[in-house]
């Protein structure tokens, strides 16, 4: 405890218990020694004169029949013997004997104390008379004693009785006073000072405890130093737990402190005005926040926020919703001083106070990642345009407010071959081209575009005038089809490409932008089917071409299903020798209604649909079975059966061949597969594999329909091929061009350098036959020798061929001289 404590706490002994008590008893004491020896006086007066008048009526009655016979006699010295008998007691002052009327003795004591006349003024009170009657007769009154008492002997009796009794009393309440002193000195204050001084001197922190003072176990002291011991601990356990809890504090405080400091994200107390309470270091780096001015608070408003008022919203709604969890979010964009832009995500929840807590982190590269992705998403990375997905958002809300528009799809005819023969580098290149003339011939308010490999969609707005959009389309048209320059690594290539397009009108043909490419693809279908190089408005009627193609769809899936599709065979010639050595699978659909459809419709179409995995297999089955049975007959021929790129190579594995050809024990070169080019362009490894499996297994493989794509010859020379199968649009033409005769001539020539065996395609009449002897081609087909037959056909069209060929053709190497 500290002297300051101690000090005021200091009792001076005129203050203590001890002397206050000493002076209420000393106090009492006078009181009531007062007061009873003032009782004492009166008692004792009152006493005492009441004892001298009984004593002096005693005295009357001893000398009562003396003084009868005194007065019988008239006896005056007797009478004056009594007298002065009578005076002789102190308390008579004068005695008088009366007979008859007359005094007959009386004497008087001389000394008298002064003031102590009370006959004066009490005559009545201080006379004591006695009447006497005749000796003889008791009735008859003869004189009378007359006695006065003497008050002032009186007085000093009671006088001294009083004066005893009150010396008695004050020494009574004197012992009193100081036993009662000494027992408050010794029974209370001691034990309390002794207390008290301890207390002073007490370490209650070290755990220090009152001692009982000795002897008072049970008394109010002892209860008093045993409740203070009591609430001393108390004390000290809360005083150590406040004391525990303010070090927690402490450190937590310091913990928090540190990390508020030193945390990378920023972090700020904010009221719901944006008035800022306290902020750290990073939320000033983060946010550019100004340096504070003079006593102006800071406020979020200070920082150069792009969406204030949204920042302020997040924060109120925040504060609404303090009872739920509060928390509330978002990014929002920072704009620096120099124009540093910053994205930060914003965090805030309540913090009890009507204030949030908030933090701040740096989003910016997540942000522009995203913003990039959202870009990339909706842009063609090649050309720049729009893509597909970014044309549907662009045009996402046309309505009744939208202003007319023309949208034109354009396509690159023919663009699939030329990316398959010269590879994708020069494809792109051309797109890149095209796109950069589209761009020229585009004004400010059209958009374009990419929305398929070679496929561009121009939005021209205000255009609606048919006649004025053709114009303006055809002029385009022209200016994408001049030659292109297409740069590579070693050269240059120039390059030409005509176009289709389709034309749909908006709001006239469609009200939303699906139902407007629906109809500017149907028109550029329509287009395409015209053999390309031309545009075509979208009709109504393209619409029924379109359901006519469904239709016909549902007719081919219900053919196949009941296998109604028929499998014919063209004969293959040994051109040499002037015999059948092949036939050719050739798929047929006669339709109940519009009669054969051609396998250029269909084939595609079952592969759109996924239908030509089974139709290939049926195929397959078809060549295998029939090239079994005329086996049997005794025509040791080969089947040769189209592949379509689709069934590469899961829905045509190795094993299914090969089970097809046990089933029908043919031997490995009973059947040939024909691929096309588009086979090679694919996945160049999966295809390689798939072929050369097949001719591990003693397949052979023919390259069909060579010389329509672009890189035919360098492809020759990666693929192992048995024989190639020239395309028989250059046999078609060679009688009268003769670069396709020199092209043909350079095929037979290189395939023979290879190691290839050579199919020349339709061939039609002897013309051609004579010429493609000549160049040395080995083998041929064409309706020239026979058109696709039924199968049930095939062994007598073998037959005459034969006997035909045998007339022509009598030795190997000679020319045939007459037509079939
Ligand atoms: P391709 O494989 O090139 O078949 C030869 C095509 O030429 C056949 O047409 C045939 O009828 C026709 N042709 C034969 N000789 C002459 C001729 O002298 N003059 C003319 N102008 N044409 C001749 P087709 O049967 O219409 O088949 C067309 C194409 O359909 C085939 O061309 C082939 O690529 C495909 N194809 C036919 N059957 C199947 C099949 O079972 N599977 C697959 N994937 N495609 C098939
Ligand atoms: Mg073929
Ligand atoms: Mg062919």
């Known amino acids: 405890m500290n002297s300051a404590t101690s000090n005021s706490t200091r009792v001076h002994w005129w203050h203590g218990i001890l002397a206050r008590s000493l002076m209420g008893v000393v106090g009492i004491a006078l009181l009531m020694g007062i007061a009873a020896s003032l009782l004492v006086g009166q008692v004792v007066g009152q006493h005492v004169q009441d004892r001298a008048l009984v004593r002096l009526g005693e005295l009357l009655d001893t000398v009562e029949s003396t003084v009868s016979v005194a007065c019988f006699t008239a006896d005056e010295q007797l009478a004056s013997e009594v007298v002065q008998g009578l005076l002789r007691n102190t308390e008579v002052r004068r005695a008088l004997i009366r007979a008859g009327d007359g005094e007959i003795a009386g004497a008087e004591r001389r000394q008298r104390p002064p003031g102590t006349d009370r006959q004066m003024n009490d005559p009545a009170g201080s006379m004591v008379k006695r009447p006497i009657y005749s000796p003889f007769n008791p009735s008859e009154k003869i004189g009378e004693v007359q006695l006065e008492v003497d008050w002032a002997a009186v007085d000093a009796q009671v006088r001294e009785s009083t004066g005893f009794a009150t010396a008695l009393l004050a020494v009574s309440l004197g012992l009193v006073i100081v036993a009662a002193a000494a027992m408050m000195l010794f029974l209370v204050v001691r034990p309390i000072k002794m207390t008290s001084d301890r207390l002073h001197r007490l370490d209650v922190v070290g755990g220090e405890r009152l001692a009982m003072p000795e002897g008072h176990e049970r008394t109010e002291i002892g209860r008093l130093s045993a409740d203070i011991n009591q609430i001393t601990g108390r004390l000290v356990e809360v005083l150590e737990h406040e004391r525990t809890l303010r070090h927690q504090q402490e450190i937590g405080q310091r913990k928090y402190q540190d990390l508020f400091d030193k945390a990378v994200s920023g972090i700020f107390v904010a009221d719901r005005d944006g008035v800022l309470d306290s902020v750290n270091r990073a939320f000033v780096e983060l946010t550019w926040l100004p340096e504070k001015r003079g006593d102006a608070r800071q406020k979020l408003s200070d920082a150069g926020w792009q969406d204030l008022e949204g920042l302020l919203s997040i924060i109120r709604a925040s504060l609404d919703h303090s009872d739920e969890s ?363 594999a798939w072929i050369e499996g097949l001719r591990a297994d003693g397949l052979r493989v023919f390259l069909d329909d060579f010389g329509t794509g672009y890189s035919s010859l360098s492809y020759l020379k990666r693929f192992t091929m048995d024989t190639v199968k020239i395309d028989k649009s250059f046999i078609r033409d060679m009688n009268a061009d003769n670069s396709d005769r020199a092209l043909v001539d350079a095929i037979i020539t290189m395939a023979a350098s290879l190691g290839m065996h050579v199919v020349a395609e339709g061939i039609e009449d002897f013309q051609q036959l004579v010429l493609l002897r000549e160049m040395g081609c080995h083998y041929g087909q064409g309706y020239y020798f026979s058109r696709p037959v039924a199968a049930e056909d095939f062994t007598a069209t073998a037959m005459r061929i034969n006997a035909e060929l045998a007339e022509l053709c009598p030795s190997v190497g000679e020319s045939p001289a007459k037509t079939l």
């Open 326 to 688: 509060g928390v509330a979010e978002d990014d929002f964009l920072l704009v620096g001083n120099r124009g540093d832009e910053r994205w930060l995500r914003v965090a805030v929840m309540p913090v009890g106070d009507g204030s949030v807590q908030g933090t701040v982190s740096d989003v910016t590269q997540r942000k522009r990642e995203e913003l990039s992705a959202r870009r990339l998403a909706i842009t063609d990375a090649l050309t720049g345009f729009a893509n597909r997905v970014g044309l549907h958002r662009a045009f996402a809300d046309i309505g009744a407010a939208t202003a007319p528009f023309a949208l034109v799809m354009v396509d690159l005819d023919g663009f699939k071959r030329i990316n398959d023969a010269m590879g994708f580098p020069v494809g792109d290149e051309l797109l890149v081209g095209v796109a950069a003339r589209l761009r020229e011939a585009l004004v400010e308010t059209d958009f374009v575009a990419r929305v398929g490999s070679d496929e561009f969609v121009l939005v021209l707005a205000g255009e609606q005038d048919r006649k004025r959009l053709s114009e303006r389309i055809q002029r385009l048209a022209i200016r994408l089809a001049l030659p292109y320059d297409i740069k590579t690594n070693a050269e240059h290539i120039p390059l030409t490409v005509s176009i289709s397009i389709g034309i749909a009108l908006y709001p006239d043909d469609g009200a939303d932008i699906q139902d407007l490419l629906r109809c500017a693809e149907l028109a550029l279908n329509f287009a395409r089917t015209k053999g390309g190089k031309t545009y075509q408005f979208f009709e109504p009627a393209l619409q029924e071409a379109v359901e006519h193609r469904r239709r016909l769809e549902d007719e081919l899936r219900s053919a196949v299903s009941s296998r109604r599709l028929q499998v014919y065979f063209q004969p293959i010639i040994d051109l040499r020798q002037g015999k059948l050595v092949g036939a050719e699978a050739l798929l047929r659909w006669f339709h109940t209604r519009h009669g054969p459809v051609s396998p250029d419709v269909f084939v595609p179409l079952a592969e759109e649909i996924g239908l030509i995995g089974e139709i290939g297999l049926v195929v397959l089955d078809e060549a295998c079975r029939h090239a079994a049975l005329w086996r049997q007959k005794g025509y040791d021929i080969y089947v040769s059966v189209n592949i379509s790129v689709r069934q590469i190579p899961d829905d045509l594995p190795h094993e299914t061949v090969r089970e097809a050809l046990r089933r029908h024990k043919l031997p490995a070169d009973a059947v040939a597969i024909e691929i096309t080019e588009g086979v090679l362009m694919g996945n160049v490894s999966v295809a390689q």
